[in-house]
């Protein structure tokens, strides 16, 4: 169930990135959840929010790599860690800016997917599909 459920986020997740990049294109902002603007700019904290999570997101393959030295992933966990990292600076940028609590379902958001991404990510579903 959870494969399921991870792969129809992939889906979305992909094609609102393929949508958004488009939309770049013709000079057209487009920021989650799939908010028009042709002229308004994407807001300071979100932009934030992704500068930091790349950074942390850098900052764990890094150390991940110095101690625990070339560990074969997915890009499921991959993503996975990224969304954490997103949800994680999001929560830290959104309370220091003191934003109101309707931005916070953002940070919900991302954080509920990277668990069903963590949870479909586990060795024992990948286990599970794989043929012998």
């Keep these: 169930m959870s494969y399921f459920l991870s792969k129809i986020l992939i889906i979305l997740l992909t094609l609102s990135g393929i949508v958004i990049l488009a939309g770049e294109i013709i000079n057209v902002h487009i920021y989650f959840p799939l908010q028009v603007f042709?002229?308004?700019?994407?807001?300071?904290?979100?932009?934030?929010?992704?500068?930091?999570?790349?950074?942390?997101?850098?900052?764990?393959?890094?150390?991940?790599?110095?101690?625990?030295?070339?560990?074969?992933?997915?890009?499921?966990q991959f993503l996975n860690i990224y969304l954490k990292s997103l949800a994680i600076c999001s929560l830290f940028v959104y309370y220091t800016l003191q934003l109101e609590l309707r931005e916070y379902w953002f940070v919900l958001f991302f954080?509920?997917?990277?668990?069903?991404l963590h949870y479909a990510s586990k060795p024992e579903i990948k286990k599970y599909f794989r043929h012998n």
Excluded: D
Aim: charged share 15%; net charge positive; aromatic share 18%.
């Design 38 to 76: 042709e002229e308004k700019q994407i807001p300071y904290h979100r932009m934030q929010s992704v500068r930091l999570s790349i950074i942390l997101t850098f900052v764990y393959f890094g150390c991940r790599y110095l101690f625990m030295q070339s560990v074969k992933m997915y890009p499921i």
């Design 111 to 116: 954080f509920i997917v990277a668990i069903i």
